[in-house]
């Protein structure tokens, strides 16, 4: 797809951002994690590449505010190309506690163009652990179906392990 910029959350060490910048395109990496993001920060400055790593909670930053709007949102002022959350869904669904709605938003709103997400099933020994009557709910269909509300197309590609999908959504 090669998209001129790509905004990575729950980005952990930046592989992908890193292997973004060294393609020629633009990369911000997001994470929780404070260690995480100083880990890549030395990284990306030991390679020369232009990452902008940031801590920032994916689903949990702070809107607009400001009498004209000096402080924009991340949301606008990350927004990129494509979004990059892989190993994030069940993070914001059993950690967090946000339904499929909820993320969507979110991806959609950072997104300009597309969102590449990984689905992990509840039967994946990552997900296993928070299986409950509760989390009925936490299945790829409805994953989906939530992404379609928002997104015009929602294409699956497998993923490693074989249990795992990757969702390319675009507008």
Not at 26 to 37: F, P, R, Y
Not at 114 to 131: G, T, Y
């Amino acid at each position: 797809l090669c998209p001129p910029s790509v905004l990575e959350v729950c980005s952990h060490r930046g592989w992908y951002s890193q292997f973004t910048e060294l393609r020629g395109y633009k990369a911000v990496a997001l994470d929780a994690h404070e260690g995480c993001v100083a880990q890549l920060y030395r990284a990306a400055k030991e390679k020369n590449l232009p990452i902008l790593p940031l801590v920032l909670r994916f689903a949990s930053h702070s809107p607009t505010y400001g009498r004209y709007s000096q402080r924009l949102a991340p949301t606008q002022r990350l927004r990129c190309d494509m979004i990059l959350a892989l190993e994030l869904v069940y993070q914001l669904v059993f950690e967090q506690y946000l339904n499929f709605e909820q993320i969507t938003e979110e991806l959609f709103a950072f997104s300009n163009r597309w969102a590449l997400v990984e689905f992990i099933p509840s039967e994946d020994q990552q997900v296993r652990k928070w299986r409950s009557e509760h989390y009925t709910w936490y299945t790829l269909e409805n994953f989906i179906a939530a992404l379609g509300r928002k997104f015009q197309s929602v294409k699956t590609y497998p993923s490693f392990p074989d249990s795992r999908l990757l969702l390319l959504c675009e507008k």
